[in-house]
């Protein structure tokens, strides 16, 4: 059973979807959002499996929403205009289901949300997401040709590309097929920090904090990069770097 919440600015697209939800009882409609700021609020405070999601809505768009998120869940968007749709795919969405929406795109969406899932459980039971890992552990990193055992003290950031994430140690920037999400379940808590959608860092690296605009925190890193934390994680980053 999957929770999804519905975001979308108009009454009557929330019930025609909710209507043909009903035929898909492997969804559960735990709520509705009619603008971005409710649509964050709600997914903080419902955890939903799964967002329907419309692009142009009053104030922020869909996507602007997702950007404020520090963790997303499965998006599946829902809109009248299909010049988005390339832009749906680079922010990793499921599906794009032009409006109106047909029963059978949304069986479509749902295969897909389903073997995304198999995939990530079969990751996981061939042990690519097993145990923590500490400071001293070192991973095998393969990019192309080259390879590296990197102590992960050394891994000074890790950056969300789609469904890859960068790694950033010494020089080297190679990619891993790994999403952030998932690097952040493995890695200690007390020493790599989710800084925002995109970013994990190594709060061993970081040489300067500064104040940011809109409550939010700008780090410097020891390899040159300035990495912003929101608003929301930087709460959290002061807890736990005070006393």
């Keep these: 059973m999957y929770k999804a919440l519905i975001i979308d600015d108009e009454r009557l697209a929330r019930n025609e979807l909710k209507k043909l939800l009903a035929d898909f009882p492997e969804v559960d409609i735990i709520g509705e959002a009619a603008n971005a700021k409710e649509g964050i609020e709600k997914i903080e405070s419902l955890n939903p499996d799964l967002i329907f999601l419309d692009i142009q809505m009053p ?13 997303a869940p499965h998006v599946i968007f829902t809109t009248a205009y299909d010049e988005f749709a390339l832009k749906a795919f680079e922010v990793n969405a499921l599906d794009y289901l032009m409006k109106p929406v047909e029963p059978k795109r949304i069986g479509d969406a749902l295969h ?6 198999e995939k990530e459980m079969a990751a996981s039971l061939t042990g690519v997401n097993r145990g923590m890992l500490s400071e001293n552990d070192q991973v095998f990193v393969k990019d192309g040709e080259r390879c590296w055992f990197v102590k992960l003290a050394d891994v000074r950031l890790f950056e969300s590309v789609g469904n890859y994430a960068k790694v950033f140690f010494g020089t080297n920037k190679p990619l891993i097929l790994k999403s952030l999400n998932a690097l ?4 200690d808590e007390r020493v790599f920090f989710r ?10 690296m970081i040489e300067k904090v500064e104040t940011f605009f809109n409550g939010g925190l700008l780090l410097d890193l020891k390899g040159g990069e300035k990495i912003e934390v929101s ?3 930087a709460v959290r980053f002061k807890e736990m770097m005070s006393l």
Excluded: S, Y
């Excluded at 897909?112 to 899932?117: D, G, H, Q, S």
């Excluded at 952040?184 to 890695?187: D, G, K, P, T, W």
């Design 112 to 117: 897909k949300l389903k073997l995304a899932e």
């Design 195 to 204: 800084a925002n959608r995109k970013h994990i860092v190594n709060l061993r």
């Design 231 to 233: 608003r929301r994680q």
């Design 59 to 71: 104030g922020k768009t869909g996507f602007d929403m997702l950007q404020e998120l520090d963790k």
């Design 184 to 187: 952040e379940e493995r890695l």
